[in-house]
């Protein structure tokens, strides 16, 4: 990992993308690698049904005419680090983590051999592309959310945290974002860390995240949370169980094909932006 900024494209999914007619966001996925037949690695560890979810993104994958897709599977960390788990990062194109439970993502991944492949390429090749659904998505950012109600996520100590895997700093990921109603849980989030962004995807929806840039596309919108203007909070006043108080949050509303610079926190113009 030579680089501050990565070469590699990085792409969360909020969930439920369209595997049966469209597959517009499965597409746009493929298409970031620049090749025809990219040789894609399918990594299950956060599903307790992973014959079910690989043979279904197989399908979803051959109908996009895919012809290499390999599986990584394990259930403990001792089953990380083998030679052909490494051999299929090494040769594949495109890494895709699946939906499931992020724990066990962060805690089967984070600290591998394994992990610390898949970043080294996703920081020195260019058109190496790390993508994730849901979960696979929610475990991208170095500050994960592990848990919390959405109907409660305004009250102290109603969400937690832990590490995630680290390939994007200062934004933290939630999925399922509008049918899950989970704008309380980015904001608590943005709240105790007022440096991040919250990154908030719908169903169906993913953002390409390429130096410092993000591009939303699919069929839904990206919410993101913005804490650096927050002017006053009692977070730190009160106790756990009692609603929070926060002034200046600021909220963005981004629909497909809008882009978004991380680095500014702010909207990329579309009309000085070239399409693909």
Same mark, same amino acid.
Do not use: W
């Given at each position: 990992m030579n680089n501050m900024i990565p070469e590699g494209i990085l792409i969360p999914v909020g969930g439920g993308e369209d595997k049966e007619e469209s597959k517009d966001v499965l597409a746009r996925i493929i298409a970031e690698t620049d090749k025809s037949n990219p040789h894609i690695?399918?990594? #299950?560890? +956060?599903?307790?049904?992973?014959?079910?979810?690989?043979?279904?993104?197989?399908?979803?994958?051959?109908?996009? @005419? =895919?012809?290499?897709?390999?599986v990584i599977h394990y259930t403990s960390r001792n089953g990380a680090d083998t030679d052909e788990n490494l051999k299929k990062i090494r040769e594949c194109d495109l890494v895709m983590f699946s939906g499931g439970n992020q724990l066990k993502i962060s805690s089967?991944?984070?600290?591998?051999?394994?992990?610390?492949?898949?970043?080294?390429?996703?920081?020195?090749?260019?058109?190496?592309?790390?993508?994730g659904t849901s979960a696979g998505a929610a475990a991208m950012?170095?500050?994960?959310?592990?848990?919390?109600?959405? #109907?409660? +996520?305004?009250?102290?100590?109603?969400l937690e945290f832990t590490n995630g895997?680290?390939?994007?700093?200062?934004? @933290? =990921?939630?999925?399922?974002?509008?049918?899950?109603?989970?704008?309380?849980?980015l904001i608590q989030a943005v709240t105790c860390?007022?440096?991040?962004?919250?990154?908030g995807l719908g169903e169906d929806t993913?953002?390409?995240?390429?130096?410092?840039?993000?591009?939303?596309?699919g069929s839904g919108l990206v919410i993101i949370v913005d804490g650096k203007?927050?002017?006053y909070t009692d977070l730190p006043e009160i106790k756990d169980g009692e609603p929070i108080t926060v002034e200046g949050i600021k909220i963005h509303v981004l629909g497909p094909g809008k882009r978004f610079i991380l680095s500014e926190r702010k909207l990329l113009v579309a009309d000085n932006i070239s399409k693909k």
């Open positions: 690695c399918l990594i #299950t560890i +956060a599903t307790g049904l992973p014959k079910k979810v690989a043979a279904s993104y197989a399908k979803a994958f051959e109908d996009l @005419t =895919i012809k290499t897709l390999s089967l991944m984070i600290g591998t051999e394994l992990l610390g492949l898949i970043k080294q390429r996703y920081y020195d090749e260019s058109k190496f592309v790390v993508a950012s170095n500050i994960m959310i592990s848990s919390g109600n959405s #109907t409660e +996520a305004l009250i102290k100590g109603a895997l680290d390939f994007i700093k200062s934004v @933290t =990921i939630d999925t399922h974002f509008i049918a899950r109603g989970r704008i309380g849980r860390n007022p440096g991040i962004l919250g990154l993913s953002v390409v995240i390429s130096k410092g840039v993000i591009e939303v596309f203007e927050i002017g």
